[in-house]
């Protein structure tokens, strides 16, 4: 299922991802850590975005975007 969401002035798709459907490691860009496989999360990316714009994370991280930074996604994007 997905829906979007405003965050920092853009459209944001969401897309919910069973425990089932996690089949791999993710890092978690609000809180800096692993999301393992079988763990439900969302994953993000800007409406406009490409696909390596693509972010997993972990369901409440995500609610709580705006108490947290995603100073960890920034830095990795830029080495990129």
């Known amino acids: ?3 979007t969401d405003t965050w920092r002035g853009e459209e944001w ?6 425990g089932a459907a996690a089949v791999k490691h993710y890092r978690c860009p609000g809180c ?4 393992p496989p079988g763990v439900p ?4 990316w800007p409406q406009l975005g490409a696909v390596e714009d693509r972010r997993h ?3 409440p991280c995500w609610a709580a975007r705006d ?3 995603a100073r960890q ?4 994007r830029s080495t990129r």
């Open 57 to 59: 994370w972990h369901a």
């Open 73 to 76: 996604a920034s830095r990795r």
């Open 32 to 35: 800096d850590q692993e999301i």
């Open 41 to 44: 999360h969302v994953v993000t």
């Open 1 to 3: 299922m997905e829906s």
């Open 67 to 69: 108490r947290r930074t």
């Open 13 to 18: 798709v969401v897309r919910r991802v069973t």
